[in-house]
Every structure is written in structure tokens, then in C-alpha cells.
């Protein structure tokens, strides 16, 4: 398990936050103290999280925990929470630190509203594009800091390849990469990548300038794990931010614990 520490804090007396975030491939454990991670560990399923935390709870004094969780709930794993931490369930009914204008509460992605608390953390009383590159990609308006106003779903980079491969006979499945995007392709590989990843490069470019025009001295916030490929590629201003579902989660945390 790989444990950094912050080595002014006491880990036996400093009371200590943790913040559970179950997608559908990763669970990720992130253990903070004022606002800082000080523990980050990866698992695959409810059991190997399950023992990870006892580990944890010889390391940190935790006092509290959320849950965001997008997979089949733990009943097991559940209890354990309940009877060791005082306990959030991540969900709409939650207390949360921004207004939410978007018309459909309940089928919003818990993982965009937490992202967009996180913003709301980072950049207060400003306005905020948040981009999370995974899957999907998905585009989250923040409007000065406290209210969101709703976003965008579009299919990701790997879905986009991942389509090509499977709704067509001969076209070959393969992999991004930020280092190999020229304009145009010579061979059907190089044709589907510069293909896939121009387009969404310019999908991306485009959504930005529109809502530059839209709303001024924009943030521009990249997070998710295809982040890096805009990374290398957008002429514009941004802010990695790896963490910033973390972060949002654990301003929940906060306020309803």
C-alpha cells in the first residue's frame, strides 16, 4: 500500500477524513487531513477495500467517511462503515456547497457533482468549465463558483475507438496516443487514430471557445484519466486537477457530517 505522508500532522491524535469512491473498475481510497491527501490507495473489489481500510485504521484515526458509489452495493461492506466512522452516503439529498440548476437531479452522475463541488472548492466565486476525460467526457458549467448550471455528455476516446472495431467488419481495435497525432493518416491505423483523436481534440477546442464566449475569465478544468491527452495537445490555459472528485467529496463531507 502506498502511504505519503504529511509529516506535521500526528497520525495518532489528528482526526482524519476518508473518502471512498466506487467506479466500476476502481475503488479509490483517499485518506485527507484539512484538505490534504495524505494516503491514496487503489482496489479492484469490495473485499480488498474492505481490508485496505482496516490497514488504514492502524495508520490514520479516521472520524468520518463518505461513500460515492456507481457499482452493486456491499451490504457487508456498508456495515462496516456504519459501525466504525460516522458515515455518508453520497447522493442528491445531500447537503452540497453549490446550487444546482440542472432539471433532473436525480439522474445527474454522482461523479459530476462531485467534480463540480470540487471546483466550487478550488476556484470560489469563479466560473469554471470542468472537463472529465474517461469514458465519457463529460462538460460541467460552474457559475461563480456556486451555481451549477448543467453540462454535456459526449462518447470518449476509447469508446470512439472501441465503436469503429465493433460496428464495422475490418476496422482494427487500437489505443490512444498523444504522441502519434499528426493531420492524416497513410494507413487504416493511423487513419482511425488521427481520425478519433482530431475529432475529439476539435470537439473539445470547440466547446471551450463556446463557453469562453458565453462566460468570462473562464476556468478550465481537466480531470479523468484520458486528461492527459488534452494536456499535451489544447493551446488554451488549463488546470490538471487528478484529484478534484476527491476533493468534492470530501466538502460534502464536510458539510453533512
Not at 458509489?69 to 462496516?80: D, K, P, Q
Not at 483523436?197 to 470537439?203: A, F, K, Y
Not at 491527452?229 to 478534484?244: D, G, M, Q
Request: hydrophobic share 40%; charged share 25%; proline share 2%.
Amino acid at each position: 500500500m502506498r502511504i505519503k505522508f504529511l509529516f506535521l500532522l500526528n497520525k495518532n491524535t489528528d482526526m482524519f477524513n476518508l473518502i471512498i469512491d466506487a467506479g466500476n473498475t476502481i475503488i479509490k481510497l483517499r485518506v485527507l487531513m484539512q484538505k490534504e491527501i495524505v494516503s491514496t490507495e487503489n482496489c479492484k473489489d469490495w473485499d480488498s477495500a474492505l481490508n485496505s481500510i482496516k490497514l488504514l485504521q492502524k495508520n490514520f484515526k479516521i472520524s468520518a467517511c463518505i461513500l460515492s458509489n456507481v457499482r452493486e452495493s456491499n451490504a457487508l461492506f456498508e456495515n462496516y462503515l456504519t459501525k466504525n466512522f460516522k458515515t455518508i452516503f453520497f447522493s442528491h439529498t445531500n447537503k452540497l456547497p453549490v446550487i444546482i440548476n440542472y432539471k433532473s437531479l436525480e439522474t445527474l452522475g454522482i461523479d459530476r457533482l462531485a467534480a463540480v463541488c470540487g471546483a466550487s472548492e478550488l476556484f470560489p466565486n469563479k466560473n469554471s468549465l470542468i472537463i472529465d476525460a474517461g469514458t465519457a467526457i463529460t462538460y460541467d458549467i460552474l457559475k461563480d463558483g456556486k451555481i451549477y448550471e448543467g453540462g454535456n455528455i459526449s462518447p470518449g476516446i476509447k469508446i470512439r475507438f472501441k465503436a469503429l472495431n465493433t460496428f464495422t467488419k475490418k476496422l482494427p481495435l487500437i489505443d490512444i496516443d498523444a504522441e502519434d497525432n499528426n493531420l492524416f493518416g497513410q494507413n487504416t491505423e493511423q487513419a482511425i487514430r488521427y481520425g478519433v483523436q482530431n475529432g475529439i481534440l476539435h470537439e473539445v477546442k470547440g466547446v471551450i471557445e463556446d463557453f469562453k464566449l458565453k462566460y468570462s475569465d473562464l476556468n478550465i478544468i481537466f480531470t479523468g484519466g484520458d486528461s492527459f491527452f488534452f494536456e499535451k495537445l489544447l493551446n488554451f490555459r488549463i488546470f490538471a486537477v487528478p484529484n478534484l472528485t476527491t476533493l468534492g467529496l470530501n466538502k460534502i463531507l464536510e458539510l453533512n457530517a
